[in-house]
């Protein structure tokens, strides 16, 4: 049950996707502009991963070496279309929001990277398991960077403004995701190394 | 015998220090913060004030508290990259954006790069596009001067923001001038709205000057960068004279002479071989004159020192200075 259990934790902070394996960085710097959006592309891609790492595991052992490949990201890509449809239906103004980076969710690498690495040769529980820590794992980093940028650079929390007009606009935009990602990734490493 | 020290040649002893050099820099300086404090009263005394402590503050708390090494606020560099941020600040600029300029600068440009020789971005630049793209709201808030002692400011634009938003409107280039009235006298002695250093161009010549006397910059950087100007804007002005400004309006509009004579120049941050840095000033020459021609800002003189300094590593690995003693 210790095994199951850091499994299911590693993807917090030994193996955190975003601060220590880099992983998926193109969704982290674009779509963290508030904590919402970037809770929202976490929770989206934690639900794909999760997914295609049961499904993978289950057929991982009748899938040819040749083409297992294809074959992951066919898996990857249904359930990024399901999860395409489902926002479209039931949150059309986040799905506006995130836009491209849904489908994009296919070659984010953490998915694939956790198809390959892990779910293709680990039993269907424990590949649930890991996905939902590493999923959870790159939800809480997103949503944080998104709270940083979000507070520097509208002055708000959530969507809760505590100062009138604007804040530091640079961090809405493409430098500040690089500046926030950057510092955030220093101050993790200082407290993950305390440990 | 432990205490001889056994060194390659040559073995050259010079009076100079980072020390010295910086201190070279701030006398440079005065001529232009005198007349900035003079044209535009007490409130950029307190711009510059900000700026130059709140630098100095930032650098002596981060080597204290997280690199816990000596304090290098006494080389004198902080206060350098602090009174250049301020005079790239319009005078009328809150103190507490002051404050979060001088964080950027010192804390983010440098200090994150391992400090004094390891940034590679000109801090004070990299603090002034971080407040521009911040705040365009107070960092494009002009008012033209009207000296120490006077009481109405009237706030008015760049000679280079009006031009473009003229152009914008669909009007010509020579008629914008026109209307606007800028006499070359006014723009060589400070009569028109802009950041404090941009003022007056002789108080940054006479700085420049001074440099160059003491040996501390590298006068063909500078030089490049104006005769780039100079020969690009000569040439589209020629072609269109309705669409495309003069190259002396070029040359003494916006921060092109301070960016020329005192950011591009600095020692960290510009190649080492004259012949990079003759190619380090053509690149920042040409970046400027095409935003300014072609770009929605209207000034590009910041964007186009901090893209050149980007280049550096490959133009110093490019252009090796020779050395002595070798065939």
Known sequence: MGNRMTLFTKGFLKENPTFVLLLGMCPTLATTTSAVNGMSMGLATLFVLVMSNMVISAIAPVVPDKVHIPVYIVVIATFVTILQFVMQAFTPEMYKTLGLFIPLIVVNCIVLGRAEAFASRSGILDSALDGLGIGLGFTLSLTVIGMVREILGSGSVFGWKFISGDGMLVFVMAPGAFLALGYLMVLFNKISKKQ | ?327
């Open chain 2, 1 to 327: 015998m432990d205490r001889l020290l056994v060194s390659p040649s040559p073995h050259l002893h010079s009076r100079t220090s980072t020390k010295v050099l910086m201190r070279d820099v701030v006398i440079a300086l005065m001529p232009a913060v005198i007349v900035s404090v003079v044209f535009y009263g007490w409130k950029e005394l307190l711009v510059l004030l900000t700026s130059v402590v709140s630098c100095m503050a930032v650098e002596h708390l981060v080597c204290k508290y997280l690199m816990h090494t000596r304090s290098t606020v006494g080389d004198w560099s902080a206060a350098v990259t602090g009174l250049l941020l301020a005079l790239n600040l319009p005078y009328s600029t809150p103190w507490w954006i002051v404050l979060i300029g001088a964080v950027v600068s010192i804390g983010v440009a440098k200090m994150t790069f391992g400090g004094l020789g390891q940034n590679v971005f000109n801090p004070a630049l990299v603090g002034r596009v971080f407040l521009l793209i911040s705040f365009p709201t107070y960092m494009t808030h002009w008012e033209i001067p009207h000296g120490l002692f006077g009481i109405d400011a009237v706030t008015g634009s760049t000679p280079l923001g009006i031009i473009k938003e003229g152009l914008l409107q669909g009007g010509s280039t020579s008629e914008i001038m026109a209307n606007n009235d800028y006499s070359w006298f006014d723009m060589t002695f400070a009569n028109i709205g802009g950041t404090s250093g941009e003022v007056c161009a002789v108080a940054i010549l006479v700085g420049f000057i001074y440099l160059c006397v003491r040996k501390v910059i590298k006068p063909w950087i500078t030089i490049s960068i104006l005769a780039t100007v100079a020969a690009v804007s000569a040439v589209f002005w020629a072609v269109d004279p309705a669409q495309f400004t003069p190259p002396l309006f070029n040359i003494l509009s916006g921060g092109l002479l301070l960016g020329a004579c005192f950011m591009a120049t600095d020692y960290v941050t510009s190649p080492m071989s004259v012949k990079g840095g003759v190619i380090f000033g053509v690149g920042i020459g040409f970046i400027t004159m095409m935003i300014r021609y072609f770009g929605s800002y209207p000034e590009g003189v910041s964007f186009a020192i901090l893209i050149m300094n980007s280049t550096v590593p490959l133009l110093d690995r490019a252009f090796h200075q020779k050395k002595f003693g070798r065939a």
